[in-house]
């Protein structure tokens, strides 16, 4: 886990390393000024000795400058290196996610993958930065100054060794009692993220329905549940304070007892007031280290989570990838299934399609009709290779999907989804995500196609209109349209219009067909639709039932020969006959 991690470092590997050694040198200082001070104390004060104070006091001041500069130092490269992994390693996290098929996605929850893209890395960016600069501080200061504590006086370092187990046992105890309550707290942290992001994307429905209170309810029960495992973890780790400040006071109760009676018994020949003086610095740096080094391991622990949390998407290995040497070329816009065969869960008694053989002709304009889950969608999907076939094949050009260049085959196949989704920015800048230096005389084309210029010209600012996050400042029928715009603009050999025409009116739906009849002869298009009017002109249309292909014709064959499309042709006649 630790080495997949480290390869997020990589340009600041130099700030990584420099901070390490500045912090050695500032601990080294940090160990030496008390022995300096001692001889502040015993040769110029108790000396009597003004030159030597003067130059004591001179040393003194030279080591604390140059342990503030070697701090200062250390600071500055591990605030540099601790943001540049954390940058790195957002970024790559991003980069593999936009590496998954939908199947990979389907693994981890949106607000799962957010939380582990900003939570996550934070905690994990502290603990490194502790690593880098606390973890190297604390067990130099804790060896260096028990190490001149002992050359001072063996027989007073006796306290340490009697402290230094007790404390040590109570912080490790501490530390791994939290570990877990942490990790269950970012797992709620998942839910608290899901729960927000549901409401804010569906604030419409939560409003129109008057359930505010219960989406309240659901917030306050997540964030009670965070409320109480955090403080859990928090009141055991306070715990870490009363052990310190008891183990400190009673190490100076004891040295300074011990210490006095060896000044007064001796003379001042085994110790010294200035060494006494020393001990009391070394205790409280000793000690210190201690807890300090306790809060590293804390930190560390908690941010283990995380960074196993972080590293689950690192190693996640996308289910569809290139080929070596795949294809990078679509000759045409023919599609071809042969015995194909799908689930979602690669489970043979959960299939969403079974044995789906049919072929589409480039330039040919096919409708798929059928009822809510009879796999309309999901054979959509399997085109453009946003999932990959269970069994079978699928044949695009006549090349299977798997034999050509995914980002070739996508840039070829052009989709509107049932859930497609506009982003934050001006009209042009949505439309440009099909082709990204598309003049404005190209995207007013492909809006006249999709019958959204009319109504982008009735707003104030026309094409620089602003749309907000996800569309909500359009309407639905609005959105689709433009979303259909965004598709022509990549000019592909494959159109799927997955429902895309379902919240405009039928008058429009038909000119939006007449215009790819006339002005996209050669793309092959299919229009997936629960409407018979959206699919009637169709060269062939496809009926689906249950995950299997029931039937394959012309409207007039259709109504003749097939009961699906007869019922479903009746029940919507009836229906407009009705209306009118």
């Not at 100076?252 to 210490?259: D, E, F, M, Q, Y």
């Amino acid at each position: 886990m630790i080495k997949k991690l480290m390869k997020s470092i990589r340009e600041y590997k130099k700030d990584s390393i420099l901070t390490p050694l500045f912090v050695s040198f500032e601990v080294i200082l940090e160990v030496i000024i008390p022995l300096v001070m001692a001889s502040l104390i015993d040769d110029g004060v108790y000396g009597g000795q003004m030159a030597v104070v003067y130059k004591i006091g001179l040393q003194l001041i030279i080591c604390a400058m140059l342990s503030l500069l070697f701090g200062v130092l250390s600071g500055r490269h591990a605030a540099k290196a601790s943001s540049g992994f954390a940058k790195n390693l957002r970024k790559d996290l991003f980069y593999k996610v936009q590496q998954y098929s939908f199947s990979n996605i389907d693994k981890f929850s949106t607000s799962s993958l957010i939380t582990r893209l900003t939570t996550d890395i934070t905690y994990v960016q502290f603990a490194f930065q502790m690593i880098i600069r606390m973890a190297v501080r604390v067990p130099l200061m804790f060896v260096t100054s028990l190490i001149f504590a002992i050359s001072i006086s063996p027989k007073l370092s006796l306290v340490f060794l009697a402290l230094i187990p007790i404390l040590g046992g109570g912080l490790y105890l501490i530390a791994t009692r939290v570990h877990p309550i942490m990790k269950r707290v970012f797992k709620t942290y998942d839910s608290l993220n899901n729960v927000v992001e549901e409401n804010v994307s569906g604030i419409r429905v939560v409003k129109s329905y008057v359930i505010e209170e219960q989406e309240k309810q659901k917030f306050g029960d997540v964030s009670e549940r965070i409320f109480k495992d955090y403080s859990k973890g928090q009141k055991m780790l306070a715990l870490n304070t009363p052990l310190m400040q008891f183990s400190i006071y009673a190490c100076i109760l004891a040295i300074s007892w011990i210490g006095a009676k060896m000044i007064v018994n001796s003379g001042m020949t085994e110790l010294t007031t200035g060494q006494l003086m020393t001990m009391f610095t070394y205790t409280t740096q000793i000690l210190f280290s201690l807890m300090i080094l306790s809060f590293v391991i804390v930190m560390v622990v908690i941010s283990r989570s995380s960074a196993e949390r972080i590293v689950e998407i690192l190693d996640e290995i996308p289910d569809i990838e290139n080929k070596e040497n795949a294809l990078k070329e679509v000759k045409d816009g023919s599609i071809e299934f042969k015995n194909v065969s799908f689930s979602y869960i690669n489970d043979k008694e959960k299939e969403c399609l079974t044995n789906i053989n049919v072929r589409i002709e480039s330039g040919e304009t096919v409708g798929i009709i059928g009822g809510t889950g009879s796999g309309k969608s999901t054979l959509a999907n399997l085109i453009p290779r946003l999932y990959d076939v269970t069994e079978g094949e699928l044949l695009v050009g006549n090349v299977n999907v798997k034999d050509t260049d995914i980002e070739t085959l996508r840039d070829n196949v052009s989709c509107v989804l049932q859930k497609n989704v506009l982003f934050s920015g001006t009209i042009k800048e949505n439309i440009r995500w099909g082709k990204a230096d598309a003049t404005d005389e190209e995207i007013v084309r492909v809006c006249k196609l999709a019958q959204a210029d009319e109504f982008i010209e009735n707003f104030p600012n026309k094409y620089d209109t602003y749309i907000e996050e996800g569309g909500t400042n359009v309407s639905g029928g609005q959105k689709q349209r433009l979303c259909i715009a965004r598709a022509l603009m990549k000019h592909p050999k494959i159109l799927i219009l997955d429902d895309s025409t379902s919240a405009v009116d039928t008058k429009t739906d038909s000119l939006i067909r007449k215009a790819f009849r006339e002005e996209i002869p050669d793309t092959t298009k299919i229009i997936i639709a629960q409407r018979i009017s959206s699919v009637q002109d169709c060269d062939k249309i496809i009926v689906m039932d249950d995950g299997k292909i029931n039937a394959v014709g012309t409207h007039e064959e259709l109504l003749k020969t097939n009961e699906i499309y007869k019922e479903v042709f009746d029940s919507q006649m009836k229906g407009s006959d009705t209306n009118g």
